[in-house]
């Protein structure tokens, strides 16, 4: 379920973001130096959009089920990962459920297609990067280089997957969560703990009298937010490895929605494709600045008369 095209898969240039090329006048730049070039900045934007947005949605990425063709099909659309890498699709993308279900129905683990063919499935989006326009190679004769051409271009993309079972959401920053009275991370040993800590805070500042109210809840926020960033780390520094930057690792896919009962209907000979509900409510979408500034403002500015 992926674009067709017919690139070499690459990956990106180095992405260090705190050190970048000093050049100096009559400096002999080589192919690292220009990748620093082009990597620093690269991995400014994904260190900020790492951890200051998250994995998310931005546009786009509609999913529907075509039941004459047995097709789950996603629209182009535009999404950030757990990596700070920019998701874009360009163009309508297809996967066909017939295939698909034969392919798992032959996985003994996990076995999670039912015997009568109906199964729960999400969509996700991964980055992906190809390497475009191929270009004459100057090279020497010397070297051992047998290709006379090389790719001149990185495009960046995204992949889609259908992904048996549906899907499941990890909330960041759990203290505030809590305070707000929002879901936790469904593991009881951590949501207990968040609970013993912020459920007095809570309770104590709904006992205070209304007008201290506003700056008890504004403390509690501090405090909540303050912790929660304590505990917020790049995910390689568990591992001891102190190069790693981001709070994600891995493939970092973006959940796109969920299919419930999907299914195929053979009637009279004929199959088609069906579901039961297509659910894009499970992703996890970005709004601008813009429209979070004037939901905020709701409820505090005065309505009314004077």
């Known amino acids: 379920m992926k674009p ?4 070499r898969s690459a990956t990106l240039p180095a992405t260090d973001p705190f050190t970048s090329l000093a050049a ?3 400096m002999l730049l080589g192919v690292a130096d220009l990748e620093a070039v ?3 900045s690269w991995a400014k934007m994904r260190l ?3 951890w200051l947005h998250g994995g998310g949605v931005v546009w786009g990425f509609g999913i529907s089920v075509d039941g004459p063709s047995r097709e789950v099909r996603v629209t182009p659309g535009l999404a950030l990962d757990e990596l700070g890498r920019e998701l874009y699709l360009p163009v309508l993308s297809c996967l ?3 295939k698909w279900l034969d392919e798992q129905k032959k996985k003994a683990e996990p076995r999670q297609i039912l015997d009568d063919g109906v199964v729960d499935a999400h969509v996700v989006a991964r980055f992906s990067a190809c390497l475009a326009r191929p270009v004459p190679a100057l090279t020497s004769p010397c070297d051992g280089a047998g290709a006379e051409t090389a790719y001149s271009r990185l495009r960046e993309t995204a992949e889609l997957f259908l992904v048996p079972g549906r899907s499941t959401r ?3 920053y759990l203290r505030l969560r809590r ?3 929002l879901p936790g991370t469904g593991v009881a040993s951590k949501d207990t703990a968040i609970s013993q800590e912020v459920d007095p805070l809570r309770a104590k500042v709904k006992a205070a009298p209304e007008t201290d109210r506003p700056g008890m809840w504004l403390d509690a926020v501090r405090r909540c937010a ?5 505990d917020r780390r790049p995910a390689g520094l568990d591992d001891g490895d102190g190069s790693a930057l981001l709070p994600g690792s891995g493939d970092a896919d973006v959940v796109l929605g969920d299919l419930h009962d999907l299914r195929l209907v053979t009637v009279e000979g004929i199959t088609t494709a069906g579901v039961g509900t297509v659910d894009v409510a499970t992703r996890t979408s970005h709004v601008d600045t813009a429209t979070l500034l004037e939901l905020a403002s709701v409820g505090t500015i005065p309505h009314g008369g004077a």
């Open 179 to 181: 305070l707000f009275g």
């Open 38 to 40: 082009v990597g620093h």
């Open 170 to 172: 990890a909330g960041r």
């Open 24 to 26: 100096h006048f009559g």
């Open 48 to 50: 900020h959009n790492a």
């Open 96 to 98: 066909d459920l017939a």
């Open 4 to 7: 067709m095209h017919d690139e």
């Open 226 to 230: 303050a912790l929660d960033s304590v």
